[in-house]
């Protein structure tokens, strides 16, 4: 039942400059209330039209940072809820709050961005329940009595960062007593309730904290700390000196010529400021409404020599528990994972984002939908992407196509010249709003999701077909294609060697099928007969457009092979084997090199593995000269960059507008290194059957992963000794396991431990 409210929406007003001068400060709010009894229990229900950090008695409520988080507010504006019991006394009691832009109303997008996306004016919103212990209650909350003042935090911006003056702290405003005679009383804001509803996904929280690993001097003269981990938060900081001093603190992933390289930011000038009070027994500050990707930082105007310990890097992201673990014996491989785990924790801060430090960190769909099969393996995503999908689903219903945006919470972006204004339909990204539900499937065995997210599928798939029309071959119009194909320009990343019309038709083909086998799962006999056949015609169009013959296609690219297998678009055993050999040919002939971007690349060793390629599999993986993942590890990358050669081999940034050095979607490999390299995968839905399937090869001799499945931890791992393969594994209670070596025959076993013994077949003449 929705709760009712009754508690307004306050708001300082428009609250800072004008949109077009830059982020806007922050207010601080606050209110008295007597608590007339003892009290037995008090529920805090609370959000913003911002973001927000409440105090009740000068305490801090909760441990989350960035609250309440990034959803497509209009239709779901997501709220919190606390058991502040133990922060209420008897008498007078206060709480005071930080109001600051975020998401809601600072900048948002790329090519200069947009303000004041969802309205003008920020908001808090926060209702206290006390029961008392003689059985009565009382309700309080903001409205009418609030005021509000100017604070410390001159300006906020997600993109821009922060700049704090700590001679305006107004110390103790959140406890009674505090004068607050001189600051203004709040507006009421109207409000519908209505899109409010309850946190239904783990936080932002302080993760971690890192000490820079060495502190240097730039050839222009700068202080730089290097982290020596690109990741995703800001910086605390331990200062004394005197008043009015401002320390500067700038943030970057790479270095260019020993200085931070800013470039690839864009109009994220990523900065804080921080003027000192003055102190003599010191100051401590963090940030409270910004973030940074980062592994370097340049500190400017710090009063005399800047120890180490003064500054710590503190690690921000949704605080998912973490599922899942892989070594091997291979030290750069362990780096690789290594740094798809760092790309995954920095991109999801609340929405599971493309990028998290220049001026976008957009929830772009088709990253998660490349990188969800990843993402559940090493965390779990499960409520995090349900709340995600919510989104899409209700900011698909906007358009009377039944197109999902590309990217999701929805906003407008001042798009390059290349795409389409408006909601383009896009192949392989709004796919998202398929494929992602099924990962999810497969992963937790949740069918609510299915049952949540059918209309939203079902509505895309429609889309298409209504797109392709009778020819069921979906051509026209831009797509993204197999965006960031490594022989694309700098300038032209959508320029892949594999037509746009072959990678749409086969991902209809692919969501199709999706769609029909979950109407399978939920009962839904007509619409799973309409879908498998819509995904066999679809297939059919395919194979009469690009398909030769013989498992030969019309476009000889590593991609357009790996979609045909992986989606199952050729009819039989020989058609596969003949596109299996012919991958083969293509990696082989480009020198073991990726030849694939961002759809093309999760797909193509699980390609060349299923048609016995899997030595071929392992050369790609394990190469080392660009493109290649560890090409990457070798740059010194401690997370998975957005394009291939985001670092040249001169040492130098590529000159590409578009040039992460975080972006997980080319980390999907991960996925295959856990189900093949260490063979541990799901057999059924929800891992209620194991998969045991390892393939050593690449030089390894050993390898090993281990998975908190929903019946508790699963774990498979083996090693070379001499000419034997020995394997063993961990089967949770309630799970069955099938276990597939090389050269022996399917066995199944039970719950508990288990070790096998099987001599390694001979390698193929």
């Given at each position: 039942?929705?709760?009712?409210?009754?508690?307004?929406?306050?708001?300082?007003?428009?609250?800072?400059?004008?949109?077009?001068?830059?982020?806007?400060?922050?207010?601080?709010?606050?209110?008295?209330?007597?608590?007339?009894?003892?009290?037995?229990?008090?529920?805090?229900?609370?959000?913003?039209?911002?973001?927000?950090?409440?105090?009740?008695?000068?305490?801090?409520?909760?441990?989350?940072?960035?609250?309440?988080?990034?959803?497509?507010?209009?239709?779901?504006?997501?709220?919190?809820?606390?058991?502040?019991?133990?922060?209420?006394?008897?008498?007078?009691?206060?709480?005071?709050?930080?109001?600051?832009?975020?998401?809601?109303?600072?900048?948002?997008?790329?090519?200069?961005?947009?303000?004041?996306?969802?309205?003008?004016?920020?908001?808090?919103?926060?209702?206290?329940?006390?029961?008392?212990?003689?059985?009565?209650?009382?309700?309080?909350?903001?409205?009418?009595?609030?005021?509000?003042?100017?604070?410390?935090?001159?300006?906020?911006?997600?993109?821009?960062?922060?700049?704090?003056?700590?001679?305006?702290?107004?110390?103790?405003?959140?406890?009674?007593?505090?004068?607050?005679?001189?600051?203004?009383?709040?507006?009421?804001?109207?409000?519908?309730?209505?899109?409010?509803?309850?946190?239904?996904?783990?936080?932002?929280?302080?993760?971690?904290?890192?000490?820079?690993?060495?502190?240097?001097?730039?050839?222009?003269?700068r202080t730089i700390l290097d982290f020596g981990q690109n990741l995703v938060g800001r910086l605390r900081i331990r200062v004394r000196g005197e008043a009015g001093r401002?320390?500067?603190?700038?943030?970057?992933?790479?270095?260019?010529?020993?200085?931070?390289?800013?470039?690839?930011?864009?109009?994220?000038?990523?900065?804080?400021?921080?003027?000192?009070?003055?102190?003599?027994?010191?100051?401590?500050?963090?940030?409270?409404?910004?973030?940074?990707?980062?592994?370097?930082?340049?500190?400017?105007?710090?009063?005399?020599?800047?120890?180490?310990?003064?500054?710590?890097?503190?690690?921000?992201?949704?605080?998912?528990?973490?599922?899942?673990?892989?070594?091997?014996?291979?030290?750069?491989?362990?780096?690789?994972?290594?740094?798809?785990?760092?790309?995954?924790?920095?991109?999801?801060?609340?929405?599971?984002?493309?990028?998290?430090?220049?001026?976008?960190?957009?929830?772009?769909?088709?990253?998660?939908?490349?990188?969800?099969?990843?993402?559940?393996?090493?965390?779990?995503?499960?409520?995090?992407?349900?709340?995600?999908?919510?989104?899409?689903?209700?900011?698909?219903?906007?358009?009377?196509?039944?197109?999902?945006?590309?990217?999701?919470?929805?906003?407008?972006?001042?798009?390059?010249?290349?795409?389409?204004?408006?909601?383009?339909?896009?192949?392989?990204?709004?796919?998202?709003?398929?494929?992602?539900?099924?990962?999810?499937?497969?992963?937790?065995?949740?069918?609510?999701?299915?049952?949540?997210?059918?209309?939203?599928?079902?509505?895309?798939?429609?889309?298409?077909?209504?797109?392709?029309?009778?020819?069921r071959v979906w051509e026209g119009g831009f797509q993204f294609g197999d965006w960031l194909d490594p022989s694309a320009p700098a300038d032209d990343p959508g320029r892949?060697?594999?037509?746009?019309?072959?990678?749409?038709?086969?991902?209809?083909?692919?969501?199709?099928?999706?769609?029909?086998?979950?109407?399978?799962?939920?009962?839904?006999?007509?619409?799973?007969?309409?879908?498998?056949?819509?995904?066999?015609?679809?297939?059919?169009?395919?194979?009469?457009?690009?398909?030769?013959?013989?498992?030969?296609?019309?476009?000889?690219?590593?991609?357009?092979?790996?979609?045909?297998?992986?989606?199952?678009?050729?009819?039989?055993?020989?058609?596969?084997?003949?596109?299996?050999?012919?991958?083969?040919?293509?990696?082989?002939?480009?020198?073991?090199?990726?030849?694939?971007?961002?759809?093309?690349?999760?797909?193509?060793?699980?390609?060349?593995?299923?048609?016995?390629?899997?030595?071929?599999?392992?050369?790609?993986?394990?190469?080392?000269?660009?493109?290649?993942?560890?090409?990457?590890?070798?740059?010194?990358?401690?997370?998975?960059?957005?394009?291939?050669?985001?670092?040249?081999?001169?040492?130098?940034?590529?000159?590409?507008?578009?040039?992460?050095?975080?972006?997980?979607?080319l980390g999907a490999i991960a996925d295959w290194m856990h189900r093949t390299v260490a063979g541990l995968a799901p057999a059924e839905p929800g891992y209620r059957r194991?998969?045991?399937?390892?393939?050593?090869?690449?030089?390894?001799?050993?390898?090993?992963?281990?998975?908190?499945?929903?019946?508790?931890?699963?774990?498979?791992?083996?090693?070379?000794?001499?000419?034997?393969?020995?394997?063993?594994?961990?089967?949770?209670?309630?799970?069955?396991?099938?276990?597939?070596?090389?050269?022996?025959?399917?066995?199944?076993?039970?719950?508990?431990?288990?070790?096998?013994?099987?001599?390694?077949?001979?390698?193929?003449?």
């Amino acid at each position: 039942m929705p709760h009712h409210w009754t508690a307004r929406v306050i708001s300082p007003g428009p609250c800072g400059p004008p949109p077009a001068e830059g982020p806007r400060s922050a207010a601080l709010l606050r209110h008295e209330f007597t608590v007339r009894a003892a009290v037995r229990s008090a529920r805090l229900l609370v959000t913003a039209l911002g973001v927000y950090e409440l105090e009740l008695n000068g305490t801090v409520v909760g441990d989350q940072v960035l609250a309440p988080g990034w959803t497509s507010y209009r239709h779901r504006h997501r709220y919190q809820s606390f058991d502040v019991t133990a922060l209420l006394r008897e008498g007078r009691n206060a709480w005071g709050a930080h109001l600051a832009d975020g998401w809601y109303r600072g900048l948002l997008g790329f090519n200069g961005g947009t303000r004041d996306i969802y309205g003008r004016h920020t908001g808090l919103l926060a209702e206290l329940r006390i029961e008392y212990a003689d059985g009565s209650a009382d309700t309080v909350g903001t409205g009418h009595g609030w005021r509000w003042s100017p604070g410390p935090v001159l300006a906020a911006g997600l993109y821009e960062g922060e700049e704090y003056d700590a001679r305006r702290e107004r110390t103790a405003f959140g406890e009674a007593g505090f004068d607050d005679s001189a600051w203004q009383p709040v507006e009421i804001l109207e409000f519908d309730t209505g899109a409010l509803f309850p946190a239904d996904s783990p936080p932002v929280r302080r993760i971690e904290h890192r000490a820079p690993v060495a502190v240097t001097t730039s050839p222009t003269g700068r202080t730089i700390l290097d982290f020596g981990q690109n990741l995703v938060g800001r910086l605390r900081i331990r200062v004394r000196g005197e008043a009015g001093r401002t320390v500067t603190l700038r943030h970057a992933e790479v270095l260019e010529d020993g200085d931070l390289c800013t470039r690839p930011l864009r109009h994220a000038t990523a900065t804080d400021r921080y003027v000192l009070r003055g102190d003599p027994a010191g100051e401590e500050w963090e940030p409270r409404f910004t973030f940074h990707g980062f592994r370097y930082a340049d500190v400017e105007g710090w009063p005399g020599p800047l120890d180490p310990a003064d500054v710590t890097a503190v690690v921000l992201h949704s605080d998912l528990p973490r599922t899942g673990w892989f070594s091997c014996s291979d030290a750069s491989l362990n780096r690789l994972h290594q740094n798809v785990v760092w790309g995954m924790r920095g991109n999801i801060v609340d929405v599971p984002t493309d990028c998290p430090q220049r001026d976008e960190r957009l929830g772009w769909t088709g990253d998660v939908q490349v990188f969800a099969p990843t993402a559940a393996f090493l965390y779990d995503v499960r409520d995090f992407l349900r709340s995600w999908l919510r989104d899409l689903a209700a900011d698909q219903s906007d358009d009377e196509r039944g197109v999902p945006p590309v990217f999701s919470p929805d906003i407008p972006v001042i798009t390059p010249v290349s795409l389409p204004p408006g909601n383009p339909p896009m192949a392989g990204w709004c796919d998202a709003a398929v494929i992602v539900p099924w990962v999810l499937y497969e992963r937790y065995g949740d069918t609510e999701v299915l049952h949540a997210q059918y209309p939203s599928m079902r509505a895309w798939v429609d889309a298409v077909e209504r797109l392709a029309g009778p020819a069921r071959v979906w051509e026209g119009g831009f797509q993204f294609g197999d965006w960031l194909d490594p022989s694309a320009p700098a300038d032209d990343p959508g320029r892949a060697t594999t037509s746009s019309a072959l990678v749409a038709t086969a991902y209809f083909a692919h969501s199709a099928r999706l769609l029909a086998r979950t109407a399978d799962v939920l009962g839904r006999g007509d619409d799973a007969a309409r879908y498998h056949a819509l995904a066999d015609a679809v297939r059919d169009a395919f194979l009469a457009r690009f398909h030769t013959g013989g498992g030969r296609l019309t476009e000889e690219t590593q991609t357009a092979y790996a979609l045909a297998l992986c989606f199952r678009l050729l009819r039989d055993d020989a058609e596969r084997a003949g596109a299996g050999r012919r991958l083969a040919d293509l990696v082989a002939a480009g020198g073991h090199r990726i030849g694939t971007g961002f759809l093309g690349t999760p797909l193509v060793c699980d390609a060349l593995t299923d048609t016995g390629h899997v030595d071929t599999a392992y050369r790609l993986l394990t190469q080392r000269s660009c493109p290649s993942w560890l090409y990457q590890v070798d740059m010194g990358a401690t997370t998975v960059w957005e394009r291939w050669d985001s670092l040249l081999p001169d040492g130098r940034v590529n000159p590409g507008e578009m040039t992460s050095f975080n972006h997980y979607a080319l980390g999907a490999i991960a996925d295959w290194m856990h189900r093949t390299v260490a063979g541990l995968a799901p057999a059924e839905p929800g891992y209620r059957r194991l998969s045991v399937w390892p393939r050593p090869g690449g030089g390894l001799t050993w390898a090993r992963a281990e998975h908190d499945t929903p019946y508790g931890r699963a774990e498979a791992g083996w090693r070379i000794e001499g000419k034997s393969l020995f394997v063993d594994l961990l089967v949770p209670p309630g799970v069955t396991a099938r276990v597939d070596l090389p050269g022996a025959e399917s066995r199944a076993v039970g719950p508990g431990r288990h070790s096998f013994i099987t001599p390694i077949p001979a390698a193929p003449r």
